[in-house]
């Protein structure tokens, strides 16, 4: 225990003497920041600018005549930004002797371009009349599925689409099944089947064996 009586006297004595000096530090990085945001063709004070700190939560803005104060650090980039004006990034020197800076910042109007707005005459109730009953309105979802579930288009739909996987797997499963079932023996001969020549008699008398055009 005495062996570490020296260190523990050395680290009672430096730790403080260490915390002031990175105390002065901190306190030299610490500058005052203060000037006036101006207009660059007038050189009017410019008023509500917004000054943030970059990637801090730290800002303020100018008053009516355009001035402004903030707490900034040796290094930090202070962004000035305004509707109708050009952001501005200005960065807070290193080296900057003693903590107080000084800033005239000039703002540059921000031209911006619109498209074209053309004003017409209020139109007469003919003229909406015409428009509106030539309006072609674009059809909805419903509408859509609606279509698609129309008689004749889903006949185009059965006769064209390929079957999918669910369907042909179903289909060669019942192929598979009908084989296995007559196994070892004949399959039945529908032609001789009465109640297969009735479904063929009213099919026929349906029209499902013409030719269709789709």
């Not at 260190?7 to 105390?23: D, M, T």
Request: overall charge positive; cysteine-free.
């Amino acid at each position: 225990m005495r062996k570490f009586l020296p260190y523990f006297f050395l680290s009672f004595i430096l730790l403080p003497v260490a915390a002031k000096a990175q105390f002065e530090t901190f306190q030299d990085s610490v500058v005052q920041l203060y000037g006036v945001v101006m207009t660059a063709d007038s050189l009017k004070g410019l008023p509500a600018v917004s000054i943030v700190v970059k990637g801090q939560n730290r800002g303020t803005i100018t008053n009516d005549q355009g001035v402004f104060s903030i707490v900034v650090l040796k290094g930090d980039q202070v962004e000035f930004t305004s509707i109708g004006f050009k952001g501005k990034l200005v960065d807070i020197p290193r080296d900057i002797k003693g903590n107080q800076f000084s800033l005239i910042q000039l703002m540059v109007t921000d031209t911006m371009f619109l498209p074209a707005t053309i004003i017409r005459q209020r139109p007469s109730r003919e003229q909406f009349e015409r428009d509106f009953v030539n309006t072609k309105v674009p059809d909805d979802d419903i509408e859509i599925v609606r279509s698609n579930n129309d008689v004749a288009t889903r006949k185009v739909l059965m006769a064209t689409l390929p079957a999918d996987g669910r369907e042909a797997s179903n289909q060669y499963m019942r192929q598979r099944a009908s084989k296995l079932y007559y196994s070892g023996q004949i399959p039945p001969q529908n032609i001789f089947n009465p109640f297969a020549w009735n479904e063929f008699i009213k099919s026929w008398k349906r029209g499902d064996f013409k030719k269709k055009s789709y």
